[in-house]
C-alpha cells in the first residue's frame, strides 16, 4: 500500500525563524509532490510543486526533493505568525494522477 | 489556476436522507476528483470523475454510496446517498491532470444528525 508519512506536530517556531516539515512516501515510483496549505476551515491550498531532484525555490519556500531517499521537504523561511496552519503533503504515483496525502504538520509560529 | 466553486457549501442533514454536492470549473478540464477530509483526518479520494463514462472509484468507496455524474467537461456532482452520522465531513473536488498540479475547490462541510 503506498504511503505518506508525515509528523503530526504540532511543529511552533518563533517568528521570524526556519520551519522545516518533512514528508517520507513508500513508492518509489511516485511521479510528483506536493505541499499544501489548509488553514482551520478552509480548502487546501497549492503552495509547491515539485518533480525533479534538487530544490525549488518560490519566495519564502523552498521545496526539496531526494528520490532516492525518498522524503520531500518544506522550508518556510522568515516563519510569520500567518503561516500557522496545517500543511500536506501529497504525492501523485503514475496511475492516473490521484493524489494520496499524507497526515498533515501542524505548524505554529509564535509571535 | 481554475477557478472552482462547489454548491452547497454547507448543509446540515438528516440520517437517510441523500444529499448532492456540485462542483463547477471556469474551464474545461479533463480529471475531476472528489475528495472526503473526516474531521481531524487528512484527505482521502474518493474517485476519479470520468467525462463520458463511469467513475473510477477507490478502495472502501462505492458507486451506490457514492454516486457520481459528469456531464460535461466543467461540471460534476456527488450524491452522499442515505447518510449516517459517520459521513460527516468535508467533501471537495478538485481538477487537474497527470503529474500536473492539482486544485481544489472550496469545498461543502456536511453534519449528518
Known amino acids: 500500500q503506498k504511503e505518506v508519512e508525515q509528523n503530526s506536530g504540532p511543529l511552533s517556531v518563533p517568528e521570524g525563524a526556519i520551519a522545516s516539515l518533512n514528508c517520507t512516501y513508500s513508492d518509489r515510483g511516485s511521479q510528483s509532490f506536493f505541499w499544501y496549505r489548509q488553514y482551520s476551515g478552509k480548502s487546501p491550498e497549492l503552495i509547491m510543486f515539485i518533480y525533479s531532484n534538487g530544490d525549488k525555490e518560490d519566495g519564502r519556500f523552498t521545496a526539496q526533493l531526494n528520490k532516492a531517499s525518498q522524503y520531500v521537504s518544506l522550508l518556510i523561511r522568515d516563519s510569520q505568525p500567518s503561516d500557522s496552519a496545517t500543511y500536506l503533503c501529497a504525492v501523485i504515483y503514475n496511475q492516473g494522477g490521484k493524489l494520496i496525502f499524507g497526515q498533515g504538520t501542524e505548524l505554529s509560529v509564535k509571535p | 489556476s481554475a477557478v472552482i466553486s462547489q454548491k452547497p457549501s454547507r448543509d446540515i442533514c438528516q440520517r437517510g436522507t441523500s444529499l448532492t454536492i456540485q462542483c463547477q470549473v471556469d474551464s474545461q478540464v479533463t480529471m475531476m476528483f472528489w475528495y472526503r477530509q473526516q474531521p481531524g483526518q487528512s484527505l482521502t479520494l474518493i474517485a476519479t470523475?470520468?467525462?463520458?463514462?463511469?467513475?473510477?472509484?477507490e478502495s472502501g468507496f462505492v458507486i451506490d454510496k457514492f454516486p457520481i455524474s459528469r456531464p460535461n467537461l466543467t461540471f460534476s456532482t456527488l450524491t452522499v446517498s442515505n447518510m449516517s452520522p459517520e459521513d460527516s465531513s468535508i467533501y471537495l473536488c478538485?481538477?487537474?491532470?497527470?503529474?500536473?498540479?492539482?486544485?481544489f475547490g472550496p469545498g461543502t462541510r456536511l453534519t449528518v444528525l
Open positions: 470523475a470520468n467525462q463520458g463514462s463511469e467513475a473510477t472509484y
Open positions: 478538485s481538477v487537474g491532470g497527470f503529474s500536473s498540479e492539482q486544485f
